[in-house]
């Protein structure tokens, strides 16, 4: 019912002719995948440039932050609408890097989320607890908030369009992941959360993604969970290879 997700967070790697050429390395790679929809996110300058490449094929462009408003007096920002004319039909909103290093909060990203539904972009709304949070047993508890939080407001009509990312703070980037089963009674949760606040029916459309050092080793145990619907990756996009093997993985 679910068409699983694979979205590529390239964060801030690859200038223009570097995105554009591991596009182009990637493409072939995956044009055979009918079942899974696969999304690039790579940084703003080389949206575009990727968006080019990937017109005609069935990978999507997404970005990776936006600014809430369309248009205004706010220096260094990119707005939705300057998002879609870019060529992306993703966004990724609440990523921990920007909550930690550029000061986001639960509040910003509602902001966003609303920006990005209002232009038609699908959020990738990225939530998940730290390790001091884990340990404190707040996972569920923190992970509620932070998916409440990003959504007042937002009306069940809006809620297929939404993808949201369940990225525990300290599975990214170090090597260290969930058990496949933790991954999937967080998700899980998730998923019961969304089914109170909109219903079982919209709840049962939108697709949750695990995202923490996903590799092609690992990968086919989280996507073999019920409610988890795919993966956001980050490191292991960067090369077309192992994106493409992540992609292509057989469920374990
Ligand atoms: P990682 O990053 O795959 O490098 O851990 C994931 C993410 O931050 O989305």
């Known amino acids: 019912m679910r068409t699983p997700l694979i979205a590529a967070n390239w964060k801030m790697h690859k200038t223009i002719p570097e ?3 591991l596009a182009s390395e990637l493409l072939p790679l995956v044009a055979d ?9 790579p940084p703003f300058p080389a949206l575009a440039a990727v968006a080019a490449a990937c017109r005609g ?3 999507a462009v997404g970005a990776q ?4 408003e369309a248009q205004g007096a706010y220096t260094g920002a990119v707005s939705a609408p300057m998002l879609l004319a870019a060529g992306c039909r993703y966004v990724i909103v609440g990523h921990s890097e920007r909550r930690r ?3 986001e909060d639960d509040a910003t990203v509602n902001k966003k989320l609303a920006a990005a539904f209002q232009a038609g972009l699908k959020p990738i709304l990225c939530l998940g607890e730290t390790l001091a949070q884990r340990e404190l047993g707040l996972t569920e508890a923190l992970c509620e908030i932070q998916l409440r939080q990003a959504l007042a407001g937002v009306e069940a009509g809006r809620i297929e369009n939404l993808v949201v990312a369940y ?3 300290w599975a990214i980037g170090t090597g260290r992941t969930p058990v496949p089963e933790e991954a999937q009674a967080v998700v899980a949760f998730l998923r019961r959360a969304l089914a109170g606040m909109y219903g079982p029916e919209p709840a049962g459309r ?3 993604l695990y995202g923490g050092s996903v590799t092609p080793e690992n990968i086919g145990g989280f996507m073999a969970q ?3 619907d795919g993966a956001l990756v980050g490191g292991a996009s960067l090369k077309a290879e192992t994106f493409a093997a992540i992609v292509k993985c057989r469920i374990q």
């Open 65 to 68: 932050d936006l600014h809430w």
């Open 19 to 21: 995105a554009e050429a």
């Open 101 to 103: 290093y550029f000061g």
């Open 33 to 41: 995948v009918e079942d899974r929809e696969v999304v690039l996110c």
């Open 167 to 169: 990225e525990p703070v």
């Open 226 to 228: 019920p409610d988890i």
């Open 57 to 59: 094929s069935r990978v």
């Open 206 to 208: 939108v697709r949750l």
